[in-house]
């Protein structure tokens, strides 16, 4: 094991991403670096005794209704994270991947119901042992899961909880992938939290006979189809000719639905008819601040729809966002929109406002 224990978990995060088995996991959660470097915030004294609280226990049952229980709560769930999950995935990740698939012809969306105690306990042991070679750790995580049911619900023990939910789900990624492979069918997989969507290349009969569908999923419809939303985006099969094959081949579009533009709008005003609105709830903070929020809402959605192909059309709401800003401030200063570009015609233009 390596004497500083970040660098080991660095070390397990690559073994995990090239699918390589884990070991000396219980080892390195009991490093006397990695509890002072966590909870470099307390006394060494109290990191001292609880360290070795935890250590003369060699795995048994934890209460976590003592202090010294809760340290190794937290020490479990950082290591966790650091191997598994280090990096929250964004969504425009996600979305840029779909745009990869290839030859897909239908999509189905479905949301993972919520997993009872004995289920979430089954998956994150099946993760467990298909990925750490080290029964020590396992037994420990395993045995302090099952008792979050009975402990306090302290911040510790939440946090522990929800990073098992993550991992069974990482184990149903799993587990569809090989239903997928098992069955033969061709067909492109994707989760971003608890949202599904699923790509096929197939006739819709195929999908209706599959096994998976035993899994905790609750599908919107049984029924595929060639446009559905998701991560509030629309999803499109589009079918181009290609002259140079003299054959038709499936892209994949990404765009924003119409509805969600509209619901974005509504606090600047309205689209159809074009016409903006002041908000009076913002007339108490500083006109820096107002404009700040502005930008920082406009900033939000330009990078949320920037992998959409339509996303030109967000102009037209920085432009009802403006004309919502403008009445704003001249609310504030209880004068005209005129007046207010006269004296700050940097505040005319949707780029220096945005700064887009």
């Not at 884990?22 to 005794?49: N, Q």
């Not at 650091?82 to 999509?107: A, C, D, M, R």
């Not at 038709?248 to 609105?277: A, V």
């Amino acid at each position: 094991m390596a004497r500083n224990p970040f660098l080991q978990l660095d070390v397990l995060h690559n073994r995990y991403k090239m699918n390589k088995p884990l070991t000396d996991c219980y080892r390195l959660i009991f490093h006397r670096k990695l509890w002072s470097t966590l909870f470099s915030a307390r006394k060494e004294e109290e990191i001292e005794s609880s360290w070795l609280h935890c250590l003369s226990k060699k795995g048994r049952l934890y209460t976590a209704k003592k202090l010294e229980d809760t340290y190794l709560y937290s020490v479990v769930t950082y290591t966790l994270s650091q191997i598994f999950i280090p990096h929250e995935t964004s969504h425009i990740y996600v979305l840029q991947g779909i745009k990869n698939w290839k030859e897909v012809t239908h999509f189905l969306t479905g949301t993972i119901s919520s997993l009872t105690p004995k289920v979430l306990q089954h998956k994150v042991d099946s993760f467990l042992q298909a990925t750490i070679q080290d029964s020590k750790f396992n037994q420990l995580v395993m045995r302090l899961l099952k008792w979050t049911r009975q402990s306090s619900a302290s911040k510790e023990v939440k946090k522990f909880l929800s990073l098992c939910e993550r991992l069974a789900l990482l184990q149903l990624d799993k587990e569809m992938r090989i239903q997928f492979e098992r069955i033969g069918i061709h067909a492109y997989y994707v989760r971003y939290d608890v949202d599904v969507l699923i790509g096929f290349h197939g006739k819709e009969k195929a999908f209706q006979e599959n096994p998976f569908l035993s899994l905790p999923i609750q599908f919107s419809s049984h029924r595929k189809k060639k446009r559905v939303d998701f991560l509030q985006h629309r999803i499109t099969a589009m079918r181009k000719a290609n002259e140079e094959i003299s054959r038709s081949h499936h892209l994949i579009q990404i765009t924003i639905p119409k509805l969600e533009l509209i619901q974005f709008s509504k606090k600047y005003g309205t689209l159809q008819p074009f016409r903006s609105k002041h908000r009076p709830y913002l007339m108490y903070k500083t006109e820096e601040e107002i404009r700040r929020v502005y930008q920082r809402e406009c900033t939000e959605m330009w990078n949320f729809y920037k992998v959409a192909s339509n996303k030109r059309i967000l102009k037209k709401v920085m432009h009802l966002a403006k004309g919502s800003f403008l009445k704003t401030i001249a609310g504030k200063r209880k004068s005209t929109v005129r007046k207010v570009i006269e004296k700050r015609k940097d505040y005319c233009t949707v780029t220096n406002l945005m700064k887009l």
